[in-house]
């Protein structure tokens, strides 16, 4: 296997890493009660949460759900 395919192999499993553990982090806010949907949308990741639509790059969006995530835990 040449040096490129390798590269660019290794490089499709970690942005599907990324996108499995955006995945769950969303799943695990919705069965929290903290958004009511996610998903790709126009290039972007989407997060439904108060009857609103938010828009975010995929590595903002992570953080954005892990710190939902984390203010909710710490509140309960």
Do not use: C, W
Not at 8 to 25: F, P
Not at 60 to 65: D, G, K, M, R, S
């Amino acid at each position: 296997m040449k040096e490129d395919e390798l590269s660019q192999r290794l490089n499709l499993e970690v942005e599907t890493m990324s996108v499995n553990k955006l995945t769950e982090t969303g799943n695990l806010a919705i069965s929290m009660g903290l958004i009511a949907g996610h998903g790709f949308h126009g290039g972007k990741y989407e997060i439904l949460r108060n009857g609103e639509v938010i828009l975010l790059p995929v590595n903002e969006a992570e953080t954005y759900l892990e710190q939902l995530i984390k203010t909710a835990t710490e509140e309960a």
